[in-house]
């Protein structure tokens, strides 16, 4: 990109003091001060063009925001409070200054609403697409992470919301759910949790994979988004958008039955036997495999 | 990539118990213990098909060595150490397993020399090249990070060894200096520190403005790696190649002239007077414009 250090300059401006960065932005590398008492949480994920975000349809600010809420849905996954990211951006040759600050901006904005600023990463330029990676730092805050390793035989399996045809927006424009995730894990018994990235049935299958359990589903419980409905058709039932579709960035966790209430769904439990079983509304049980997420543009 | 959740078992298959990761890689995030007196450090850096490294000339281990590699530079121009890295890889569909797994096996054996284990990232397949990002953890661990903003008139400006003609390989298998670093940090007087990934005339005039000083660099003193000579001619000069090549990641600091000894080399003073000049063999000075680091395959 021309004008590479212009835009680090710019990035720099944009910086604000915060008493948890003692190294700012600028340097080889960034210094963050911890609480003696917090874990320190680490996680990276990516956003390419062509796979999470179409750079011919979405606009900069929101593919920026969308590389930083997956990170920040990993934190709610996690129940930790996000404390700081780190960014490369990998530019198309020929990008505009302009288009780099929006991403920027987005990136920022979202990163913002948690109080987790961006200190420090890498811009380059390349004969190739958009891809973002974005590092998040994130701390436990005084409640225990919670991980996809505790799911026990008999407990419920919820769901923070409905899923499927995110692919129609809400891919681009979901909030992480931090503060859902923190308020159910200071407050209840959760055994399990993850966000749903991948889609039901293959997040799902994580969980219980590393808890060393199985699943059972009822069908008739899973949430399913309006949005489902206004999907192009193409065989699939809109049962199989809620389970397969992914990129919905609700919570699944699992936990003692009681917990159901509004905010979140109960929509199967826990089983002894491995594999995931579906439960339709006639009594009939089939095997669920992961069809998980696929989408291509 | 088919069978990536094959492809992230096999890494966590890699993985070794270590006291300081509470939580391994295989969940939404990593946890790390961070000892309470230790500054947390961290950074990002990217590589790129075509721009740092050739996938049709050099091996994944090569490349998944200079992914980390690079990282780990900037742990030295800190001074600080290697405490864990996080990893995104953006792979070329149709990669093959084995191919993937030596590029994670190469970023591996670079942590491994200063016991930095992967704790965690993200693996995509994309109809684009490869693209890899890591992002740094490094701990101050009782050494004061260095940063590039302590320059002062009349210090000393030194480098660690000899620059120029990187391309014709060094930039695939260089040796990150923290143990060097750490070392100067350790028993001297250091007032600015960086590593020399764009050049040694951008990378100077990195340390020269955010120390708000200029500098007087000595042509005559410029070590000049015995590579230069074998390089393509173009019209520079052996020592534009050192000026300019970038890539060489020696480190470049400055403090006390006494410093100079046989295991670094002083080229140059910190000047109050802005902007970089090069005093020439016969007296002549000319200002030295960052050429920077611009190589291409």
Redesign the interface.
């Known amino acids: 990109m021309p004008g590479e250090f212009d835009f680090i300059d710019w990035i720099r401006s944009q910086t604000s003091a915060q008493e948890r960065i003692?190294?700012p932005p600028?340097?080889?590398?960034?210094?963050?001060?911890?609480d003696?008492a917090d874990?320190?949480?680490?996680?990276?994920?990516?956003v390419?063009?062509?796979?999470h975000f179409d750079s011919a349809v979405h606009s900069p600010r929101d593919i920026g925001a969308k590389a930083m809420n997956r990170n920040l849905s990993?934190?709610a996954?996690?129940a930790?409070l996000p404390a700081?990211a780190?960014?490369?951006v990998?530019l198309p040759v020929g990008t505009s200054i302009d288009y780099a600050r929006q991403l920027y901006l987005g990136i920022r904005a979202a990163g913002e609403k948690f109080d987790c600023p961006i200190?420090?990463?890498?811009t380059?330029s390349?004969?190739?697409?958009l891809?973002i990676?974005v590092?998040?730092?994130?701390r436990?805050a005084g409640i225990e992470?919670v991980?996809?390793?505790g799911a026990k035989p008999g407990d419920g399996i919820f769901v923070t919301g409905p899923l499927g045809g995110s692919l129609l927006g809400r891919h681009m424009t979901f909030e992480p759910k931090i503060n859902v995730a923190r308020a159910l894990a200071a407050a209840r018994q959760l055994t399990a949790m993850?966000?749903l990235s991948d889609g039901l049935s293959r997040d799902l299958a994580h969980v219980c994979r590393?808890s060393n359990v199985g699943a059972l589903i009822d069908a008739a419980q899973i949430p399913i988004h309006q949005d489902v409905s206004r999907m192009p058709g193409g065989g699939r039932s809109p049962l199989e958008h809620a389970l397969h579709d992914g990129e919905d960035y609700e919570l699944l966790f699992t936990g003692p039955v009681e917990l159901g209430q509004s905010s979140h769904t109960l929509i199967g439990r826990i089983t002894a036997e491995p594999g995931i079983r579906l439960q339709h509304l006639d009594g009939q049980v089939e095997a669920l495999n992961p069809g998980g997420w696929q989408h291509n543009f």
């Open positions: 003692l190294i600028g340097d080889d590398l960034a210094a963050v001060r911890w003696p874990l320190l949480l680490v996680g990276a994920d990516q390419i063009d062509g796979v990993d934190c996954a996690m930790c700081a780190v960014v490369t990998a200190v420090g990463g890498d380059a390349w004969p190739g697409k891809i990676s590092t998040i730092l994130g436990s992470p991980r996809r390793r993850i966000d590393e």
